[in-house]
């Protein structure tokens, strides 16, 4: 059973639906029907008048993002841990044209403002360094950890201060905002967020995220590159069709319920297995080689972290019933 | 009625159909069974073998390809009417870091070996100048002409002469191949054609094309080059299945052969209104800003093309008598 | 003799003698008494607060100024046989990170206000397409023509009345003001001029050509470019040398008239053989290949230009006495 | 007196009367007699075949190295310290398109094999990650520590088991070759290094380094790329005069010797102040505020560097007799 990676889980069934009846438009690019509801529909779910723009991959919702908050010889805070440092294959210094990223510590792929501080402290403010421009946080984290809104509004504060930009990798925003219990708004905007990767492939969609600057003037050439990227999609309905299907009823935040509640199950029975606190839809274990195979054995599929360690993912397909075996198994271990 | 392109025309049923089914499987990016197909199904295509990667759109195959047989201090050679020139938004550049396009003439949107020859020929060979890597031709042309197998190696025998590349922009290279009623094999790499950027999307795909390389050395650093331009999607197998349903039966020429087949049914009353022959699915007619509103007054929609010019495309679905009231309009003008 | 190019003429003594003078200054990069000077003095040749920054080659100064005022995602408006565009093997679109040149028409290298417009009308304002971000200008042109005041005005309306920057290469401006008898101003900044390439080293000069910005905010990141290019020497002192020694006493404008008055002299004698008006330092003239054969073979040294025509380059440091012979060469053939 | 760098230090005499004498030449860009010399020259000096263009300052060198040995998508391993990743603006970013630097850990910004293999094991191989593709180490280092042939090889043996290209940043070759005491070959290819940046400028020189590629081939593109950053001067044959005049009688090797005698007499009373072993011409001593002020107020000119240390910097003028008022002060605080 699948729980190497929420990434290759099942397009939900009324994503697929709203597809199919996308079918029948038969309006180019993104000037269609349904790609026109997408900044009234995302600025009411954040309570205020946002830009908001599909694109077809996480990664290019990052660099896109990226690309209009740091120039060519700026530089981007990450953590060392981050997706968009270690799994895009240089997308962030493609799409930036040669930024780079500086590389912040915290437990569980969370930065702090002290550790972002140690970060900007370090660089001299001359012109041969590169200077910073930009923050990037993500959330939830690649270690399934959850900035909740006075964390996310630390490090706005600590970025507004230095005149950075803030930006939010939320390829999985869906679990951190199902976690915090908290609105949209609060957990980015109001904590000082300012660009958002918003992702909804992990979560029931196909192949649409959403870019979404609070601030509309942000957004500036962000058309254009997505064009030069390649990613403005003659049939762009087909994309806006799957982020409004997940939005209507709020399918995106029972969808992400759905995955973080089997993760807790999963760590339910871990014991001090565990290495970092479930939050999301992740779970980090430590497994010797043997315990490894003893799981796979019985049909669990998942990753090999560092040396004696696991990652299980849920997804929001996997009822209780499916992953229960799971969690009897580890329990069992 | 949709004239104005067949970049809006619908997805054909049996493509969602194998999308949904594809909903089935549950590997990342391009590791599902589906995708692992496609080298194999277009070597048989192709009657040779080839690399076959899946890419979602028609501006990320031709720039993917062009980065890889163009360097950034390098030149390609193209019409000045084509779509890697005015229609990409400098993608070409974006992904070749800065490569030059260097425009050739030719009627119909055709170049032939005099008019690249032309162009060759007056750029002295030293470090001063950009010198030319490679030549895109584009098969069906931005207006609708086809280059048959024999003008296809005429080029390509001056590309090998010259030692450069040879890129052909077939986003819709079905209709080529349905109006030349060639082999796929005998308009490509038998014509000296080494990268092609195979459409699916207005032939009744949704979301994906084919990057082909026929000498699969030539690949390089593509799926790197994929994944940097944030298009590796992790739900890869969805662009595998489009396809996949689209090479099965020859789906994609019959597609092709209808649209084609439009065409010529609106050409046919039209007369000295022709601008360029007819050979793919493309119309483009002598008509005054009257005769145009007058068409546009009876449901019909098209784009305005230079002064006194309107363009109209025929798409997969159209039937004849879905066309035969414009044409009949047409030709009563 | 060397009438080749203006490229390879000696070095002036004052100038030497002003980089010798520089090496018991100890300050590194542009930090130095003689840099620091440089802001002041271009403010008082071009009588406004301008931004002077050194840079060591005229490929230099002109991509630096492109990037200043062009987006990767944007265009450049110049002449088809400008310099930008044939002779610095792609510098613009390495600079800019592929802007794409548009290339206008126009006699001897030089654009019109018609010829601009040409080429902005036929592009549609849509994200499909490259935008205009600026024009570039060449003064004196490629072909020894000068743009009068009156002339680089009329472009600059039509730069201003579009939205695009206006920038002048000037790798020969001295020429260019020598000629049109004005003052540095009235060419420039009064005519709509926002970014200067100001040429030295084809003049007298080594190493040091000026980027001069008009309003000095558009700067911009100029300084972190121009870093970033490996473009900011540690011992720039002897860069700034070069130049004041060049504004001092005018010699920039000495030099320039003694090259001008070379050509105009060469030209006396051509008759209808001239190709383009003698208005700077370059003669463009027809003659057979047994001709140019001929004038070689008495110790002349020039290049061929197209077929059938050469072309002949002044230097500040030849004197009528040394220029007298080839003139009378000419005149005999 | 100047002790913050050597990068301001004097104009050897001997390189102005080359550059004076050059100025009888008057061919352009490289064509010229003395920059046709380079080859060979360094040839000779390096006992194998190599190409070695001149560039115009360190970061240039660098920078056109790393691009021809690392594609945009590849890394490059060098120190956390390393000049290109602290002091270069992001120069090789923008020279290789988006490379990325990962950075490794080692004492005196030494890395040993060691602290190489532990960030190349950390990056799994697959298309996500970025690939290093090169390494890149300094030599003498920031820190003014020398690897000697032994710990160059060990690092090139590493780089040739694992398929990487070595490169060496020479700013300070000279001192690195003068401490080690082993001719130029030993430390460089015969120890595994592909490409050089050979530093004239810091020793001596002007404005001229050296690039050097023990492999003809891996030279590659770099000739274009060298135009195309605006880097092929017109008047290249100053360059290449001073790196000539430097090579005559080992100008290059004595100036070396005497900079680094200077540090080791300034090293000589600071006792248990050294951070690092003195191996080149840099110093770098714990030293409170106080003692900082004490040692200013005395014309003493020099950086602080992390909070209580301050670096000294000799260059090649200073005598003992110059330097030794220093030692005495250091000595006596």
Chains 1, 2, 3, 4 share one sequence.
Request: net charge negative; charged share 20%.
């Amino acid at each position: 059973m699948r729980f190497f990676s929420d990434n290759a889980a099942p397009v939900h069934p009324r994503v697929l639906e709203a597809m199919a009846a996308a079918n029948a438009l038969d309006t180019a690019y993104d000037g269609d029907a349904l790609s026109r509801q997408l900044d009234g529909r995302f600025s009411d779910l954040f309570e205020r008048d946002v830009r908001a723009l599909w694109v077809p991959s996480g990664t290019a919702a990052n660099c896109l993002g990226l690309a209009a908050i740091c120039p060519p010889y700026g530089g981007v805070v990450c953590h060392r841990d981050a997706h968009i440092q270690n799994d895009e294959c240089g997308a962030p210094e493609f799409y930036t044209h040669g930024a780079k990223l500086m590389l912040a510590d915290g437990d569980g792929a969370k930065m702090t403002p002290d550790t972002v501080r140690t970060v900007l402290d370090a660089i001299a403010n001359d012109v041969h360094r590169v200077q910073p421009h930009a923050i990037s946080i993500t959330n939830a984290t690649e270690y399934g950890r959850v900035y909740r809104p006075d964390e996310v509004a630390a490090i706005g504060e600590l970025a507004r201060s230095r005149g950075l930009r803030l930006h939010m990798d939320g390829a999985r925003f869906a679990n951190a905002v199902a976690h915090a219990g908290c609105s949209p708004a609060d957990i980015t905007w109001r904590a000082g967020v300012e660009v958002l990767s918003f992702g909804f492939i992990k979560n029931g969609g196909m192949s649409a995220e959403m870019l979404v600057f609070f601030d509309p003037d942000l957004v500036g050439a962000t058309p254009q590159r997505r064009k030069r990227a390649g990613l403005l999609f003659s049939k762009g309905r087909f994309l806006a069709a799957q982020v409004l299907a997940m939005l209507d009823g709020d399918l995106w935040l029972d969808n992400a319920r759905a995955a973080n509640a089997g993760a807790t199950l999963l760590a339910g029975g871990a014991g001090d297995r565990l290495i970092h606190p479930v939050e999301a839809n992740e779970v980090f274990l430590r497994a010797t080689p043997d315990e490894a195979a003893a799981l796979r054995a019985r049909g669990f599929d998942f990753y090999d972290w560092a040396a004696g360690e696991i990652r299980l993912v849920t997804s929001w397909d996997q009822t209780p019933d499916a992953i229960r075996p799971l969690a009897d198994a580890i329990a069992a271990l």
